[in-house]
């Protein structure tokens, strides 16, 4: 990169950093390049100091980048046997003991949903779960998902995706989990009913408490040190005692963090926190 690319180049990261907690030194940079070029094609801005000054007033391109950037990126039973481990460690002892105790809301929290897939995999493993132990009995539930992108939340509570997008989805949920509609499958409505979406920011006071679990995966590893610290902090307040914390498979608890939780499945990433 020539000398005006990189100052230009060392804007936008800031920007990203500052603005959204975003952090790009793990990127290439050619890559981060190639998307801010495709952004500054499809805007208005001529020069990299037009787009730079766009990006410091404008939300809307500055999710633009982000979205170019693939951070949105996400599908269904994302990592093998990741959700698998999530039903059988996480969804089922926490509804047996919802039944059990008669009692309660299960509340379960998706931060950094993107577009919706990994929400409704948890609800596919929580339907599993309830058509397992039978109607009687049963708690209500409630999932939430949020992210920051206002785009990956219109599409994840439009409920739509294309036939590349549930790829991965195993043929017997796709059969009790989908319609086909049009040329999209859509989930169907009694999962919907379960699952809400909102914008939140991890980097702000969390908006609700108490849940039984958290997932956020990927989300992490886009932070710097301090901003990891932070969400992790509002992750762990948002979560009771004896809840547990999913995180992606590369991604890992820092700081005094790691005292307060127990590791109930190293490889997927799950935590159960214990004070
Ligand atoms: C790579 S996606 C991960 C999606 C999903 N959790 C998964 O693992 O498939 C990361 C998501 O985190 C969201 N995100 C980034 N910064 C955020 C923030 N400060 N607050 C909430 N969501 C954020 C992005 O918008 C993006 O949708």
């Not at 990741?82 to 926490?94: D, K, N």
């Not at 919802?98 to 949903?113: E, F």
């Amino acid at each position: 990169m020539s000398f005006l690319d990189d100052q230009f180049y060392g804007q936008v990261k800031r920007h990203l950093e500052r603005s959204r907690g975003v952090d790009l030194t793990g990127y290439s940079p050619s890559f981060v390049m190639r998307a801010i070029k495709k952004r500054m094609g499809r805007s208005s801005s001529e020069t990299p100091q037009g787009y730079a000054k766009l990006l410091m007033r404008s939300e809307e391109e500055t999710n633009e980048l982000l979205n170019a950037l693939s951070i949105n990126v996400t599908e269904f039973f994302r990592d093998k046997g990741a959700f698998e481990s999530l039903q059988v460690r996480v969804l089922r002892p926490l509804l047996d003991l919802k039944v059990k105790s008669g009692g309660g809301i299960l509340r379960i929290w998706d931060a950094g949903c993107a577009t919706g897939q990994e929400t409704y995999t948890i609800a596919i493993g929580l339907a599993e779960e309830v058509n397992r132990i039978g109607a009687v009995g049963l708690p209500l539930m409630s999932i939430v998902g949020t992210d920051i992108s206002r785009d990956a939340l219109a599409k994840a509570k439009s409920a739509l995706y294309t036939p590349e997008e549930v790829d991965n989805v195993p043929d017997k949920y796709l059969s009790a989990y989908f319609v086909k509609r049009g040329g999209y499958y859509e989930v169907v409505e009694p999962l919907r009913r379960r699952v809400r979406f909102h914008l939140e920011n991890l980097l702000s006071a969390p908006s609700s408490k108490f849940f039984d679990a958290i997932v956020c995966r990927n989300v992490l590893i886009y932070f710097s040190r301090p901003m990891h610290e932070t969400v992790m902090r509002n992750l762990y307040d948002s979560l009771r005692v004896n809840g547990f914390l999913m995180l992606g498979r590369t991604e890992a608890l820092i700081g005094d963090m790691r005292r307060r939780f127990e590791v109930v499945d190293q490889e997927n990433r799950i935590l159960l926190k214990i004070q």
